[in-house]
């Protein structure tokens, strides 16, 4: 079990009353959680889950970590700990699969995949959640139950809603049936000192639940005698009030053909010493049908399913076993305790039936469970059983015994031959096959009873008998079975082996009947390895055909099933070669190493007999690892030259058959250079051109073309080379150079043409090819001296040869070629040919008259660059001057023309003016050093500002500059001359006031170069140049932007100047020049331009806003008069809180608009007399809301209640209950008063009139507004002000409202009106709706201030009570009598009598205490109460016992009084029980009997009831001083076999009549019992010794003596015959 050394065993510890016998349970200890390393303080419901017997889900915190450690029982020593955090998790029972719960979010892990299967976001808190199947988890909540599946992406599907039976309870389990058909929830909750159970049955197909009580519940399917198909039974157990129960029924309906289940009801036993206990868990072995129910206190109890008796009871754990699975190894019960111990119980299969026999004295159980689930134990009953009906002759019924046995211990051979034995009657079937038709109707039969029952059948030749048995899997098949039946049919036979897995008969079977393809099948099925070769010669002498196929299954797997070889030779043998082919191709197709030599073999069996096969399987390339040189070999010798080639290894075999290309496929040897290294390929290529050139060069060519990336262009250049084939070069190169990029394939492929008289190929790759070396060409060309020089041209004119090619040709006498280079190849080219011709000192007019021939077709730049680089520029000024004759624009015409008219000072300034064709920045510089007046000219007319401006500042032009600058308005320019690192900026600016503006009339220009100024910053010179223009009465002093630039300038950079600028011009924008003005702080400047041009609203915003002056806007305001004046004003005196000023600004201004901010300010204020004026004025105006709502309660504010209620009741759009509501808030009741009235909203009204003190309209205005809250509003205020009659009228409307009872209360308590509120409460009992609240809450106020009523009150309602609550405030104010009555009527009986026993004077009545005493549940209040009457009511103790006598412990009883000394008292209830014949009722009623004296009491009582100690009672008589006493002692000695004790009594007391027949008596019975051996005897004379017992000395009848001489004389003749019998004795 797993206890650690040096403690007690578990069972030593918890079983130590049945170590002695055999226990019909196993139990065991898995492991003690706390030893792997789980704490203690985390074994708990809470915190620990065990869905199956499979894993243990535990969490727990480790430091601030918290942990889910998982305990899976197959390796409990090696728990997994995963840093999860969750409020709940819960293992898969099946598989590695985590449900966890934290908050309301829900997931699902696969722990060994590491990934996230489901999640689920609950809308409301899971209470309890536990996985129901491998793939279903059940949800509980608050308010419904739920199934949530693992699989897909569903979502939890509600299966019911809660029954109210489980509000408030703490949700411990949750369980289906097999078809989760039937769904039970199972709650517990404290009530009443105890734990209560309630569950929920709910029917899935029917759609109802069924509230029930109990605490364990679980599901069974068990299938009855008769029934074709199981039952669904539901087992619960309940612990009440009144003891245990556990019922077992089945729920739905029975299947068609079935008979319903009897419902079973059985007691469940709970010790004394576990009074609390109640159960917590329950399964149901499937294997055993038994019921496993585990209660708190860690005792198991076993139940039989079928028939609720209980097996086995004992405690197994002294912690509560919290969490139970079903344990499937054992099919039975394991849980885990609060220590840790996971624990499991389940049947004893060897131990359950011998238990049941023996110790529970249960035959019949025994046996109904032997049979029902095959358990061992029970076999000497039915041996027993079969040997009686066997003697019997009951043939059939002991036939139906040994079937039905369990584990088969009848179903012997030495049965079998106890029936054969049986001779059959005439007419009747034998007994034999009575019981072989009993078996075959049970089941199956043995292989013995199966031998026996076909032995006969076949002698008959019924072999359908057979057919049909085998058909239904009647007979167990075995090889003596199936060489039986093969004498009669093979066919049948191998039926029988192959049911019997005898492989070599089958096998055999197989053979003999010809179906050999069944063997390979069969073998693998059955793991069975026979002689295939064996067979596959005996198949192939017969069919070879059939052989193949059974050769082919043989190796159709990876691994075959015989040797290949050894296959191969049987082919071999029976010489069948395509058969052989056939199969070896099917069998090698996987390619294996080790099957080489096989591939060699086949190839060479078919290039020796069928070539062209052999050569289908070499094309198809299906095997690589044969004899590649050996087959090659046998190619070649077979005409296969290809074939020999693709095998042969050695390059001089290669080459030897290579050279035949006539007799190979062309492609095919192409292809096969691929196979070949690149030094093998270089040698075939030399050895087929050496062998014949002509006939391989094109092979060649195509093969040195595929591979030339992998054999190397240079290697086979040089091949081609050394062969001095240029034919082969070429062809090869011209399929090569157009891909390739290495310049030597170019140029070889160039000297190839030229070789071979291909000058346009070489003219084309000249032209297209950009991979060669130009040098290279150009120089190979020029040796090559060609008749053709447009390859060369080609050359020089791409790669930039031009000055080469013109000195190689025109030194070759080759002028032509440059003419036509120049004019049909190039003509671009013309500059440098020309350079050139200039170097080589050409003559001019040749130079000349190339140009002019060329016409223009060039770049005229360069050719003007070539010529001016040597000075020869003036040779071009006949052809520009035609080019410029002839309309020619180019500007690099021009250009070359200026030049030359600037160097000859031909009237330059003249030409720049007034030619627009010239570059400007070219002809300007080329100016600059010569006259920087013409170069500003030139730039001047191009606008290139920056080289102007940089010629002018380094020349001192600023004049020029200074005109250049305001005619070209460009203010980027302007910038760059105006920045403050210019230095020449100051002597700028000096000649563009003085010179430039004045000399202009363009209003743009100045416009211009104001902004400029402004745009660089420059205020003081803005302001100078801005006088100049404005103020001196030019052309533009009127100029209105001038004028506001003017003035902005001032602003900025001088203030002092702006007032006298403000005076002196009056064509600027003055309201745009005021604002900038209030922006840079100058209000009275902006005060003045407004006033000057009659702005008169922006002007008082001015004093208002800037400066600030009130007075001096209320002064301007009136010189003004203008509304909008005074609206401004009013405006500014409403923020400044002058409301009365503001208000009589608003009115002259006659403006409402701003009616929301007025009534604000004036509310804020209290100014609601001005704003009764305002609201009047406005009101003119506009019918807003807003204003008539705030004059309403500006009326009420001032006290006009009269113009009030004249407005309200005329028409307007006031909101008359928002003004209502404030002025109640405000404490203007009475216009409230009149305002609520106005809207008719009595639930107001009446809070209004009850502060006006007017509490009966008060309660009218509730009445009609019918509102709970008004009620109470009224009803309080009536209770504050002492009208207690109008105030209970009010409660009456409230306290039939349960939820408003509780506040009445209170407020009636705390204001000390206990009587009036007694009072409320009963006059509403009376009313139609009283509820159970107000019958509650009477009882506890009579409870407090009227006891004497509550008695009363309680007999009449107590039904409508709260029983729970009364009970406390009865208790409080210790009311005991009406406590007991409470008690009782709520079935508390433990608790009342407890009651009556602590306060008897005021809470014991006789018939009370005696009628519930016998309700109790705890059964030590039954001796309590004895007690109790032992020390109060005495004389009424027999009565009490009386009515306890069923349900007392009788001896427990008598040792109370014992110890009390008092059983005299209770003698009544000793007579009572005395027929019970216990032995302390018996020995305690004799010894008070002893005491009084009374010895014929004592006698009858002896003589009726024998269970006490005789010896010990006649000791005690035997010094009684009474002699009739001591004569009972000698009745006692010699009823005991005492006769010596008794013999020396009687002679003490001279009892002399009595002596002699005591004598002999003793002398019989001791001889008889010592001498003759013979105590039956002995046994027989003192029974009849007992019929003269009573014959006495004393004085009897004659009748009585003749009786007992009667009854003596047939002992003494019985007595005299024994005695004959045994003469020699010494008689």
Not at 316 to 325: E, L, N, P, Y
Not at 998 to 1026: G, Y
């Amino acid at each position: 079990l797993g206890c650690r050394e040096g403690e007690r065993s578990c069972l030593d510890f918890y079983l130590p009353a049945t170590m002695a016998q055999v226990l019909p349970i196993r139990f065991q200890e898995h492991c003690q959680l706390q030893n792997v390393g789980i704490n203690a303080a985390n074994i708990g419901f809470a915190t620990l889950t065990m869905e199956s017997d499979k894993y243990i889900c535990v969490r727990e915190k480790v430091g601030e970590t918290a942990q889910v450690v998982i305990v899976d029982m197959a390796d409990p020593g090696n728990p997994t700990r995963r840093p999860i955090s969750a409020d709940s998790a819960i293992m898969n029972p099946a598989s590695k699969v985590i449900a966890l719960k934290a908050g309301k979010t829900l997931q699902i892990f696969n722990i060994e995949m590491k990934s996230k299967m489901k999640a689920y976001n609950a809308p409301e808190d899971v209470v309890f959640w536990k996985w129901i199947s491998v793939n279903t988890i059940a949800l509980v909540t608050e308010t419904a139950c739920y199934h949530w599946g693992m699989e897909g992406a569903s979502e939890p599907v509600k299966m019911f809603d809660r029954h109210t039976n489980l509000a408030g309870c703490q949700i411990i389990n949750y369980r289906t049936d097999k078809e989760q058909k039937w769904l039970l929830l199972v709650g517990i909750t404290a009530q009443q000192s105890r734990v209560v159970g309630a569950m929920q049955l709910y029917s899935v197909e029917r759609k109802v639940s069924q509230p029930i009580e109990g605490h364990a519940a679980s599901f069974a399917q068990f299938k009855m005698q008769g029934n074709q198909s199981e039952s669904t039974l539901f087992c619960f157990a309940v612990r009440s009030a009144t003891g245990g129960k556990l019922h077992v029924i089945e729920v739905g309906s029975p299947a068609a053909g079935n008979q319903p289940f009897t419902k079973k009801a059985v007691d469940v036993f709970f010790p004394p010493e576990a009074q609390n206990d109640f159960p917590v868990a329950m399964q149901v072995s499937p294997k055993h049908d038994v019921v496993f129910m585990i209660t708190k206190y860690g005792y198991v109890h076993l139940y039989d399913l079928e028939t609720g008796t209980c097996i086995y009871m004992n405690r197994i754990s002294g912690d509560t076993i919290f969490v139970t699975a079903f344990y499937e190894p054992t099919s039975g019960i394991i849980g885990v305790n609060r220590k840790g111990q996971v624990l499991s119980v389940s049947v004893d299969e060897a131990n359950i039936i011998p238990y049941i026999t023996n110790t529970l004295q249960n035959p019949d159980l025994a046996l109904r469970m032997a049979v029902r689930n095959n358990l061992a134990g029970g076999e000497d009953l039915f041996v027993r059983k079969f040997n009686m009906l066997f003697g019997q002759m009951q043939y059939s019924e002991a036939a139906k015994v040994a079937a039905a046995a369990p584990q088969g211990v009848l179903r012997t051979s030495q049965t079998i031959q106890r029936f054969q034995g049986v001779p059959t009657q005439p007419g009747q079937t034998s007994p034999l096959l009575q019981y072989f038709g009993i078996l075959l109707e049970q089941g199956q039969l043995n292989k013995y009873e199966s031998l026996e029952l076909c032995r006969p059948v076949l002698q008959q030749g019924r072999k359908q008998l057979l057919e049909k048995w085998l058909k239904e899997d009647k007979l167990e098949c075995s090889e003596e079975l199936g060489d039986l039946v093969k004498q009669a049919d093979p066919t049948l036979a191998l039926s029988v082996y192959l049911r019997a897995n005898v492989p070599a008969k089958v096998i055999q079977c197989f053979a003999e009947t010809g179906q050999f393809q069944k063997i390979v099948l069969y073998a693998k099925k059955v793991n069975y390895t026979p002689d295939y070769v064996f067979i596959l010669r005996n198949v192939m002498r017969i069919n070879p055909e059939q052989g193949l196929q059974f050769a082919q299954m043989l190796v159709q797997d990876d691994e075959p099933l015989a040797d290949l070889s050894q296959i191969v030779d049987v082919f071999a043998e029976f010489n069948l070669v395509q058969q052989c082919t056939s199969f070896l191709l099917d069998a090698l197709k996987n390619n294996r190493p080790a099957e080489g030599p096989l591939q060699t073999r086949l190839l060479e069996m078919n290039l020796m007999a069928a070539p062209q096969v052999a050569d289908a399987i070499l094309g198809n390339q299906m095997f690589t690892h044969y004899d590649r040189q050996h087959i090659a070999q046998l190619c070649e010798q077979a005409g296969l030259l290809q074939r020999a080639i693709e095998h042969y290894q050695d390059s001089f075999d290669i080459k030897r058959a290579i050279v035949h290309t006539h007799l190979l496929n062309p492609e095919w040897l192409v292809n096969f250079f691929g196979s070949l290294s690149v030094e093998d390929s270089l040698e075939c290529i030399k050895t087929m051109l050496t062998h014949n050139i002509r006939q391989n060069l094109q092979i060649c060519v195509q093969v040195s073309t595929k591979y030339h990336e992998q054999l190397g262009t240079s290697s086979l250049i040089e091949i081609f080379e050394s062969f001095k084939s240029f034919e082969g070069l070429f062809y090869f190169l011209g399929s090569i150079v157009n891909f390739s990029q290495e310049a030597d394939v170019h140029f070889k492929y160039i000297q190839a043409a030229c070789k071979t008289g291909q000058i346009k190929e070489v003219e084309r790759i000249c032209r297209e090819s950009n991979c060669y070396d130009p040098e290279r060409v150009k120089n190979f060309l020029k040796e090559s001296k060609l008749t053709d020089q447009l390859p060369l041209i080609i050359v020089c004119d791409r790669f930039d040869f031009v000055h080469d090619l013109v000195l190689y040709l025109y030194r070759n006498n080759l002028q032509k070629y440059i003419e036509i280079y120049v004019q049909k190849v190039n003509p671009q080219r013309l500059p440098v040919v020309v350079g050139g011709l200039l170097d080589v000192d050409c003559d001019e007019s040749i130079i000349k008259s190339l140009i002019m021939a060329v016409r223009g077709s060039f770049d005229t730049d360069s050719l003007v660059e070539e010529v001016e680089k040597r000075n020869r520029l003036k040779l071009l000024m006949p052809w520009l001057e035609s080019r410029i004759h002839d309309g020619v624009q180019e500007p690099a015409t021009h250009n070359a023309l200026a030049k030359i008219y600037i160097d000859s000072n031909n009237n330059p300034e003249r030409f720049l003016r007034e030619n627009q064709f010239y570059d400007s920045r070219v002809v300007g510089k080329y100016c600059e050093k010569r006259d920087p007046h013409l170069a500003c000219v030139a730039y001047e007319r191009g606008q290139c500002d920056e080289e102007l401006i940089k010629c002018c500042n380094e020349n001192s032009l600023f004049k020029s500059e200074a005109r250049y600058l305001v005619h070209r308005q460009d203010g980027d320019l302007w910038a760059l001359v105006l920045i403050e690192t210019n230095e020449y900026r100051r002597p700028l600016i000096d000649q563009v006031v003085q010179t430039a503006l004045s000399e202009t009339q363009n209003p743009d220009e100045v416009s211009a170069t104001v902004k400029a100024f402004m745009t660089a910053d420059l205020p003081n010179e803005l302001i100078e140049l801005l006088e100049k223009i404005v103020l001196d009465n030019t052309l533009f002093s009127e100029h209105r932007n001038l004028q506001n630039l003017l003035i902005l300038t001032a602003i900025k950079a001088d203030r002092t100047r702006v007032m006298e600028y403000i005076t002196r011009l009056d064509n600027y924008d003055a309201p745009d020049i005021a604002n900038i003005a209030i922006g840079s702080e100058l209000f009275e400047e902006a005060f003045a331009i407004f006033r000057k041009f009659d702005v008169n609203t922006s002007a008082i915003q001015v004093l208002i806003e800037h400066i600030g002056n009130l007075d001096r806007a209320y002064e301007y305001a009136e010189r003004c008069n203008q509304s909008d004046v005074w609206s401004q004003l009013a405006k500014a005196q409403l923020q400044a809180s002058m409301v009365k000023e503001a208000i009589d600004s608003y009115i002259k201004a006659d403006d409402p608009t701003t009616y929301t901010e007025v009534i604000e300010v004036a509310g804020n204020n209290g100014n609601y007399e001005d704003l009764v004026r305002y609201l009047n004025m406005a009101r003119k105006k506009t019918r807003e809301v807003l204003i008539e709502t705030e004059l309403v309660f500006a009326f009420a504010k001032t006290g006009r209640l009269a113009e009030l209620e004249e407005f309200v009741n005329g028409p307007n759009h006031a909101q008359i209950q928002q003004v209502g509501d404030r002025c109640y808030d405000a404490q203007l009741y009475e216009a409230a008063k009149i305002l609520f009235n106005n809207v008719s909203n009595f639930a107001r009204l009446a809070s209004t009139l009850v502060h006006l003190g007017e509490y009966q309209n008060a309660v009218d205005g509730a009445r009609k507004a019918n509102s709970t809250r008004t009620w109470k509003e009224v009803c309080f205020a009536c209770v504050d002000g002492g009208e207690f009659r109008l105030g209970q009228m009010c409660g009456l409307h409230i306290v039939v409202h349960a939820d408003e009872l509780e506040e009445l209360i209170r407020y009636y308590e705390a204001r000390g009106h206990f009587d009036e509120l007694i009072a409320l409460l009963e006059a509403a009992l009376g009313l139609e709706r009283a509820h159970m609240g107000m019958f509650t809450e009477l009882a506890i106020l009579y409870s407090k201030y009227k006891t004497s009523k509550m008695r009363e009150h309680l007999e009449l309602f107590w039904s409508r009570v709260n029983i729970p609550k009364v009970l406390r405030a009865a208790e409080q104010a210790h009311l005991w009598s009406e406590l007991v009555f409470l008690y009782d009527k709520y079935e508390e009986y433990d608790n009342a009598i407890t009651t009556m026993m602590q306060h008897p004077v005021d809470a014991w009545r006789e018939a009370q205490f005696k009628d519930i005493i016998t309700k109790v549940a705890n059964i030590e209040l039954y001796y309590k109460a004895l007690s109790f009457y032992l020390e109060i009511k005495p004389m009424l103790l027999n009565d009490l016992l009386l009515v306890l006598v069923p349900r007392l412990d009788h001896n427990r009883t008598i040792s109370y009084f014992t110890k009390r000394n008092h059983l005299h008292l209770v003698k009544p209830y000793m007579r009572a029980v005395q027929s019970l014949n216990s032995k302390a009722i018996n020995e305690a009623l004799n010894q008070v009997l002893i005491e009084e004296e009374d010895y014929q009491s004592l006698r009858a009582s002896i003589d009726a009831y024998d269970n006490f100690d005789n010896i010990n009672l006649a000791q005690q008589l035997e010094r009684h001083e009474l002699i009739e006493f001591r004569r009972i002692s000698a009745y006692l000695y010699r009823g005991n076999n005492r006769w010596q004790q008794a013999t020396d009594l009687c002679k003490r007391d001279h009892l002399h009549k009595v002596l002699p027949v005591s004598v002999d008596e003793a002398s019989s019975t001791l001889h008889i019992t010592n001498t003759l051996q013979n105590p039956d005897l002995a046994g027989h004379m003192a029974v009849c010794q007992e019929t003269t017992t009573d014959c006495t000395p004393t004085k009897h009848d004659p009748a009585q003596s003749r009786s007992c001489e009667k009854a003596a004389r047939p002992r003494d003749n019985w007595l005299l015959k024994n005695i004959k019998d045994v003469d020699g004795f010494g008689f």
